[in-house]
């Protein structure tokens, strides 16, 4: 099993910008990737971006290219994610993801309001 505690939400204006975390523990090993995801109120979750645990590479949505930036500590086992130039429509719950070879693990969420 591998745990998920995610910090850094708030309440920031347009423009401005927010940092979130997402520690991993428990069998942290079996992880190959990591990810963040983003839910709004009354639409699907959707996906924001996704980073491979050994080699790195990102994946980003349109919607968010150019504006955040997902990364990693290793030695922590922990995912940030780098959210710039906010926008209203960026408001949801973010949710982050961790896939082993196995299943995925869900955190239980953090909220990003952004007001205009």
């Known amino acids: 099993q591998v745990q998920l505690v995610e910090s850094g939400g708030g309440l920031v204006q347009a423009g401005g910008s927010l940092r979130l975390s997402c520690a991993a523990s428990g069998r942290t090993a079996s992880i190959y990737a990591m990810g963040w995801f983003r839910q709004a109120p009354g639409k699907e979750r959707e996906f924001v971006a996704t980073?491979?645990?050994?080699?790195?590479?990102?994946n980003y949505a349109g919607s968010v290219k150019g504006r955040f930036t997902i990364s990693r500590d290793n030695a922590k086992n922990t995912v940030y994610l780098q959210m710039n130039s906010l926008k209203p429509e960026d408001t949801a719950i973010y949710y982050c993801?961790?896939?082993?070879?196995?299943?995925?693990?869900w955190g239980q969420g953090t909220q990003v309001t952004v007001s205009s």
């Open positions: 993801r961790a896939t082993d070879f196995g299943r995925h693990y």
């Open positions: 980073l491979s645990w050994s080699g790195g590479s990102t």
